[in-house]
């Protein structure tokens, strides 16, 4: 089925590009002899450190034979990968016919027809909903059927904006199955924003939610979707499931979800799809003003999240999988739907936030639902490890196994107190880092050699097939130990991204381009001397707002477009709970007056409308002038300075167009404060 390796061929192993002998003995102390041929089923009784060295110095081998073990396939595949970073073509598992649909929920229901899939944790704490594999693929079929009969078909994109529940679970897994591209939008996001994507991905439905229930407070969904979709010509149909009682009025292109599904059929035969079909779109902010649509596909991206939702997280058989993410974000496509259900894990569909009713939410919720893994974000962490440990000790934690940390760097405290006060410092807490683009985990402490320490607030090992290499500010790879520079991968892995929709240059100009022929992550880090990855941060005008990623160039584009506003500066600045929040240089027109307060108030507004709440800037600043290089670009690098009081070190102010500048903003800051 795919090139049978020799083993002379792994002879050549240190010698795979990208990869020297010291990068790979950055993951394990020591390179150990060749692994034996065999099949997934032989290959993952190996120690992880062969498994590791295997991925990496003959991938085919590796991913072919897990491929072919661990997925259903309707047709199987000819060849493993065929990759070229350079001209930004990456195809895995060619040939290949699949159904993810099936993966994720006929393998399971036929094996385990009661097992319980989805434990949906809705917002009032003890009324948990249970949804089994049986019954999320007939409400899964009946959601497929009924795009179906709305003429949705193959390749068709659909928007959903919904909050975390088995509904939208069940409206992305049917998409999968009639291979529907699914676009989620998050639930929080303003009408404007939503606009946005359904006009870049051009949706020909919307699936949405009547309201939403969220900390004890409601969400009107579907208004925010009438509000879209006035400018958005391509959509025909509005799908309405009832989350609440309130009924809805009913407009043209309005569809009562659960009525029609109880209509249509609870069987709906899988479409075969091609391994490189696309299976979702998820917008995600870059350094430009314009949102990314990152194009994820089939069978790579299915089998990169099970086996890292299996490898980092300890994954066993009967699991109960807690990761309390948006299903709107990468994090909950990856690791609440795809990985778990792809394993046949119960997965908890988090409805609410850390702190409704009280801080005890998360921890009352493990004891009544014996959760094995709970992975969470250091926002929330460091919100809760304010209040009182009792609100932790008060519940019973026995049942964790697993405790996990995603979505910005977590910082020492937030780590041991997760560690030592929720896991009684009996929990491997594993740091994971990864990002919308790579689809699943890269950097993790596990899968680890037995008995190998995990370093507190470190993601510290490659997964499988990952090569992180480091560049220097030359753009020269960084070998040895100690050494900090752009943070790149080398070699393609099954769940990277494949394409930015509709835009397949900028795919490779934003990844292939910065360090030519290698993946750059946007992230800097640092190897320490066991070799060891640390990640430093973004470097690039990216920002992290309690794990929410956000371009400073989307703020400001929002911004600018008030009247009075000619041009403005947006910064990230860090914060106690939130990691970071933006710092808005706002230039007013002359003629305004003296007093902004009306003009900061509407500027408020108009990042909440077009963006997001969590967008709207926490300080403004208003100044006559913005620091610009000779050739007119903004030095955010000399505002951050300002502001964190070290302009004494400005660094390179060569390029400065009018240095006086710096003073003056130093000046217009002192007075503020
Ligand atoms: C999964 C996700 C990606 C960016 C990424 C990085 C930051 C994520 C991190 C981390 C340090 C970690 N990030 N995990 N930084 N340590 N463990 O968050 O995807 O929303 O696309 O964000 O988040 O800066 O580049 P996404």
Redesign the pocket.
């Given at each position: 089925m795919f090139p049978k390796t020799n083993l002379y061929r792994k002879r050549k192993l240190y010698r795979t590009p990208g990869l020297c002998e010291q990068q790979l003995r950055c993951r394990f102390s020591s390179l150990p002899s060749p692994p034996p041929p065999g099949t997934w089923s032989q290959l993952h009784r190996l120690p992880h450190r062969d498994l590791y060295r295997l991925s990496v110095t003959d991938p085919d081998r590796f991913w072919g034979s897990a491929a072919v073990d661990r997925l259903r396939w309707m047709r199987p595949f000819h060849q493993v990968r065929d990759c070229d970073f350079s001209s930004g073509k990456i195809n895995w598992f060619v040939g290949g016919k699949i159904n993810v649909s099936v993966n994720c929920l006929d393998v399971h229901a036929e094996n385990h027809p009661d097992r319980v899939a989805l434990i949906w944790e809705r917002d009032e704490p003890g009324t948990e909903v249970k949804v089994t594999y049986r019954e999320l693929l007939e409400t899964t079929c009946r959601l497929a059927n009924t795009l179906k009969s709305h003429e949705i078909k193959k390749g068709d994109r659909v928007a959903i904006y919904m909050p975390v529940s088995p509904i939208a679970v069940a409206a992305m897994l049917a998409c999968a199955r009639i291979g529907a591209v699914h676009t989620m939008v998050f639930a929080g996001f303003s009408s404007e924003a939503l606009a946005a994507k359904i006009q870049d991905a051009q949706c020909k439905a919307v699936i949405t939610c009547n309201q939403g229930v969220r900390g004890g407070r409601l969400i009107h969904l579907k208004s925010t979707v009438d509000a879209a979709v006035r400018s958005c010509t391509s959509i025909q149909h509005i799908f309405v499931s009832q989350r609440t009682e309130q009924p809805v009025v009913m407009g043209e292109l309005d569809v009562p979800l659960d009525e029609m599904m109880s209509q249509h059929a609870s069987v709906c035969p899988p479409e075969p799809l091609d391994s490189e079909d696309s299976l979702f779109l998820l917008y995600?902010s870059g350094s430009t003003g314009k949102p990314k649509g990152i194009v994820h596909t089939q069978a790579g991206y299915l089998l990169y999240t099970s086996m890292t939702h299996q490898y980092v997280f300890d994954y066993r058989d009967g699991d109960v999988f807690g990761c309390v993410a948006d299903v709107g974000?990468?994090?909950g496509h990856s690791y609440v739907v795809y990985g778990p259900l792809c394993n046949g894990a119960t997965t908890v569909l988090f409805e609410s936030t850390p702190v409704y009713p009280d801080p005890g939410r998360y921890w009352e919720m493990v004891e009544r639902l014996r959760i094995n893994q709970f992975y969470s974000t250091p926002t929330a962490l460091r919100l809760l490890l304010k209040y009182d440990d009792c609100w932790v000790k008060k519940y019973d934690r026995s049942s964790l196994r697993t405790l996990g940390?995603?979505?910005?760097?977590?910082n020492h405290e937030a780590w041991h107190w997760f560690h030592s006060v929720v896991g009684e410092g009996r929990c491997p807490l594993v740091?994971?880092?990864?990002?919308?683009?790579?689809g699943g985990i890269c950097?993790a402490p596990h899968p680890l050699e037995e008995g190998a320490p995990i370093i507190p607030a470190m993601?510290m090992r490659p997964f499988f097939g990952i090569q992180p290499v480091l560049m220097g500010e030359k753009g020269e790879t960084l070998t040895g130990d100690s050494v900090s520079g752009a943070l790149c991968i080398s070699q393609p892995w099954p769940g990277m991204a494949r394409s930015i929709y509709g835009d397949h240059q900028r795919f490779i100009d934003a990844y292939f381009k910065v360090y030519h022929g290698y993946y750059f992550?946007?992230?800097g880090a640092h190897r320490s001397e066991d070799g060891y990855y640390q990640?430093t941060?973004?470097m690039d005008d990216?920002i992290?707002v309690s794990?929410?990623?956000l371009g400073t160039a989307e703020i400001e584009d929002a911004l600018d477009e008030h009247p009075a506003v000619p041009e403005t500066a947006v910064i990230g600045i860090p914060h106690d709970i939130k990691g970071e929040v933006p710092f808005a240089f706002v230039v007013l027109k002359e003629d305004v007056g003296d007093d902004p307060t009306a003009i900061l108030q509407h500027l408020r507004g108009l990042v909440a409308n077009k963006i997001t709440k969590y967008a709207v800037p926490e300080h403004f600043l208003v100044v006559k002038r913005l620091p610009k290089t000779r050739s007119g670009k903004i030095m955010r690098r000399i505002l951050r300075k300002v502001v964190l009081e070290t302009t004494n070190d400005l660094g390179d102010v060569s390029t400065l167009d009018d240095p006086s500048v710096v003073k003056e903003i130093v000046e217009t800051y002192d007075l503020k404060k």
């Amino acid at each position: 089925m795919f090139p049978k390796t020799n083993l002379y061929r792994k002879r050549k192993l240190y010698r795979t590009p990208g990869l020297c002998e010291q990068q790979l003995r950055c993951r394990f102390s020591s390179l150990p002899s060749p692994p034996p041929p065999g099949t997934w089923s032989q290959l993952h009784r190996l120690p992880h450190r062969d498994l590791y060295r295997l991925s990496v110095t003959d991938p085919d081998r590796f991913w072919g034979s897990a491929a072919v073990d661990r997925l259903r396939w309707m047709r199987p595949f000819h060849q493993v990968r065929d990759c070229d970073f350079s001209s930004g073509k990456i195809n895995w598992f060619v040939g290949g016919k699949i159904n993810v649909s099936v993966n994720c929920l006929d393998v399971h229901a036929e094996n385990h027809p009661d097992r319980v899939a989805l434990i949906w944790e809705r917002d009032e704490p003890g009324t948990e909903v249970k949804v089994t594999y049986r019954e999320l693929l007939e409400t899964t079929c009946r959601l497929a059927n009924t795009l179906k009969s709305h003429e949705i078909k193959k390749g068709d994109r659909v928007a959903i904006y919904m909050p975390v529940s088995p509904i939208a679970v069940a409206a992305m897994l049917a998409c999968a199955r009639i291979g529907a591209v699914h676009t989620m939008v998050f639930a929080g996001f303003s009408s404007e924003a939503l606009a946005a994507k359904i006009q870049d991905a051009q949706c020909k439905a919307v699936i949405t939610c009547n309201q939403g229930v969220r900390g004890g407070r409601l969400i009107h969904l579907k208004s925010t979707v009438d509000a879209a979709v006035r400018s958005c010509t391509s959509i025909q149909h509005i799908f309405v499931s009832q989350r609440t009682e309130q009924p809805v009025v009913m407009g043209e292109l309005d569809v009562p979800l659960d009525e029609m599904m109880s209509q249509h059929a609870s069987v709906c035969p899988p479409e075969p799809l091609d391994s490189e079909d696309s299976l979702f779109l998820l917008y995600t902010s870059g350094s430009t003003g314009k949102p990314k649509g990152i194009v994820h596909t089939q069978a790579g991206y299915l089998l990169y999240t099970s086996m890292t939702h299996q490898y980092v997280f300890d994954y066993r058989d009967g699991d109960v999988f807690g990761c309390v993410a948006d299903v709107g974000w990468i994090t909950g496509h990856s690791y609440v739907v795809y990985g778990p259900l792809c394993n046949g894990a119960t997965t908890v569909l988090f409805e609410s936030t850390p702190v409704y009713p009280d801080p005890g939410r998360y921890w009352e919720m493990v004891e009544r639902l014996r959760i094995n893994q709970f992975y969470s974000t250091p926002t929330a962490l460091r919100l809760l490890l304010k209040y009182d440990d009792c609100w932790v000790k008060k519940y019973d934690r026995s049942s964790l196994r697993t405790l996990g940390s995603v979505g910005e760097p977590i910082n020492h405290e937030a780590w041991h107190w997760f560690h030592s006060v929720v896991g009684e410092g009996r929990c491997p807490l594993v740091d994971t880092w990864w990002q919308t683009e790579t689809g699943g985990i890269c950097i993790a402490p596990h899968p680890l050699e037995e008995g190998a320490p995990i370093i507190p607030a470190m993601a510290m090992r490659p997964f499988f097939g990952i090569q992180p290499v480091l560049m220097g500010e030359k753009g020269e790879t960084l070998t040895g130990d100690s050494v900090s520079g752009a943070l790149c991968i080398s070699q393609p892995w099954p769940g990277m991204a494949r394409s930015i929709y509709g835009d397949h240059q900028r795919f490779i100009d934003a990844y292939f381009k910065v360090y030519h022929g290698y993946y750059f992550t946007g992230d800097g880090a640092h190897r320490s001397e066991d070799g060891y990855y640390q990640i430093t941060g973004r470097m690039d005008d990216v920002i992290n707002v309690s794990g929410h990623r956000l371009g400073t160039a989307e703020i400001e584009d929002a911004l600018d477009e008030h009247p009075a506003v000619p041009e403005t500066a947006v910064i990230g600045i860090p914060h106690d709970i939130k990691g970071e929040v933006p710092f808005a240089f706002v230039v007013l027109k002359e003629d305004v007056g003296d007093d902004p307060t009306a003009i900061l108030q509407h500027l408020r507004g108009l990042v909440a409308n077009k963006i997001t709440k969590y967008a709207v800037p926490e300080h403004f600043l208003v100044v006559k002038r913005l620091p610009k290089t000779r050739s007119g670009k903004i030095m955010r690098r000399i505002l951050r300075k300002v502001v964190l009081e070290t302009t004494n070190d400005l660094g390179d102010v060569s390029t400065l167009d009018d240095p006086s500048v710096v003073k003056e903003i130093v000046e217009t800051y002192d007075l503020k404060k």
